[in-house]
């Protein structure tokens, strides 16, 4: 089976612009999150979506939105770049069917913001 | 709210050494516990998890038991090599939070020298 694809790899915007990153999961896995890495702040989970619904969300301000489609392909947008919006933004995959499952991780996206 | 707590590192060992990486948690549920590595440039690759108490994980010679009386699930390898050196990041996952969301540890960067 083919991993988590995140595109794209690296992308470069300045303050104010909008970003919109795209996230493929593992075929037949219906759950995506999202996680932003940071070296002050660590792993932070985003948000996560289940059948094109947002079902669970972290502490970020309302910039920071996402969305899936009914292929289960998730996008997250962040509006209003900020210098300390640069990262690395994960997203993971896992079945969705509820109780104790493992997510798969993609490569990220590498966002820099000048 | 729930969280981990790992060592800080780095963690510098020589080839063929011992390696343990401490990683306790706070948790209201029954979390399942995940170690994850990443190496540099890459997203986190699922190394092990363990769903309940006592339950021993292992994978590559690595090895994890989740321990409920003392709330920890410290990473072990009987002897590491240079291709080990990595970030290992200790997680968990419960009902409470959602099983979709991670919550991590800050990470140990592992440094393995010939």
């Known amino acids: 089976k083919a991993g988590v694809t995140q595109t794209p790899r690296y992308l470069i915007k300045t303050r104010g612009q909008q970003v919109t990153l795209s996230c493929s999961p593992i075929s037949g896995h219906r759950s995506v999150s999202w996680y932003q890495q940071t070296p002050g702040q660590g792993l932070q989970f985003l948000f996560e979506y289940f059948s094109e619904t947002q079902r669970n969300k972290g502490n970020f301000p309302g910039r920071f939105s996402g969305r899936q489609f009914s292929n289960s392909r998730s996008e997250m947008n962040v509006s209003t770049l900020e210098l300390g919006d640069s990262a690395l933004y994960l997203c993971?995959?896992?079945?969705?069917?509820?109780?104790?499952?493992?997510?798969?991780f993609g490569p990220g996206t590498r966002l820099l913001v000048l | 709210g729930d969280s981990v707590t790992q060592m800080e590192g780095p963690v510098t060992l020589s080839e063929e050494a011992f390696l343990t990486i401490n990683c306790t948690y706070t948790a209201t549920g029954y979390p399942s516990l995940f170690w994850y590595v990443q190496y540099p440039g890459e997203g986190l690759q699922l190394l092990l998890k363990?769903?309940?108490?006592?339950d021993k994980g292992s994978n590559k010679g690595f090895e994890a038991t989740y321990r409920k009386e003392t709330t920890s699930f410290h990473l072990e390898k009987g002897s590491v090599q240079v291709s080990d050196s990595a970030v290992y990041f200790c997680a968990l996952s419960d009902e409470d939070t959602g099983f979709q969301k991670l919550v991590f540890g800050t990470g140990t960067r592992l440094l393995v020298s010939p």
């Open positions: 993971a995959s896992s079945p969705g069917q509820g109780g104790q499952e493992t997510q798969y």
């Open positions: 363990a769903t309940k108490a006592d």
